[in-house]
T-cell receptor, first 108, second 113 residues
Framework: KNEVEQSPQNLTAQEGEFITINCSYS?????LHWLQQHPGGGIVSLFM???GKKKHGRLIATINIQEKHSSLHITASHPRDSAVYIC??????????FGTGTSLTVIP | EPEVTQTPSHQVTQMGQEVILRCVPI?????FYWYRQILGQKVEFLVS????????KSEIFDDQFSVERPDGSNFTLKIRSTKLEDSAMYFC???????????FGNGTRLTVT
């Protein structure tokens, strides 16, 4: 069983397009993490949120706790946004569950 | 900006050998984690560590694995007798509190031959 489901698995966009990546989860959580994994393998935390919406530059993350769903949006996408975006949720016991990731390619 | 450092970046070992992967978390962080990512697969949680003890571990984290914080700065993952299927990228992460953003190291690529 997958505690965390992400969609789409792969996404190709033209530079400038608005991008949405979705995450649904089944475990009870205190917060949800959006991570970015670079082509070289390194992982960077983008957002941690437990309610509402957060914005950082061109990135926006939203979460609906009742529906157990979160979205990551990228406005005015750029080739440097090409990466794998991963949703991760810790359960109430602090065990983490990861989505399979969304591989984003932004074409100039 | 402070960062999590992991050593070595790449370790090759023979099946059955013991390996120790090392991590130096950010100094004021209290929660520490190990994750692994088998090539082409998703990231998997191994263990979380707080207050000098394991707080959660996954099914993957069996008796072959152990973690230690030997000296207040290093955080190590030991695999006692490596198997071929232990080949993966191992990431260490730390966070200031349980509900703070995670900070990841660059990973150690473990290859078991």
């Amino acid at each position: 069983k997958n505690e965390v489901e992400q969609s789409p698995q792969n996404l190709t966009a033209q530079e400038g397009e608005f991008i949405t990546i979705n995450c649904s989860y089944s475990v009870g959580i205190s917060a949800l993490h959006w991570l970015q994994q670079h082509p070289g393998g390194g992982i960077v935390s983008l957002f941690m949120l437990s309610s509402g919406k957060k914005k950082h530059g061109r990135l926006i993350a939203t979460i609906n706790i009742q529906e157990k769903h979160s979205s990551l949006h990228i406005t005015a996408s750029h080739p440097r946004d090409s990466a794998v975006y991963i949703c991760a949720v810790p359960n109430t016991g602090n065990q983490f569950y990861f989505g399979t990731g969304t591989s984003l390619t932004v074409i100039p | 900006e402070p960062e999590v450092t992991q050593t070595p970046s790449h370790q090759v070992t023979q099946m059955g050998q013991e390996v120790i992967l090392r991590c130096v978390p950010i100094s004021n962080h209290l929660y520490f984690y190990w994750y692994r990512q088998i090539l082409g697969q998703k990231v998997e949680f191994l263990v979380s560590f707080y207050n000098n003890e394991i707080s959660e571990k996954s099914e993957i984290f069996d008796d072959q694995f152990s973690v230690e914080r030997p000296d207040g700065s290093n955080f190590t993952l030991k695999i006692r007798s490596t198997k071929l299927e232990d080949s993966a990228m191992y990431f260490c992460a730390s966070s200031e509190t349980r509900n703070s953003p995670l900070h990841f190291g660059n990973g150690t690529r473990l290859t078991v031959t």
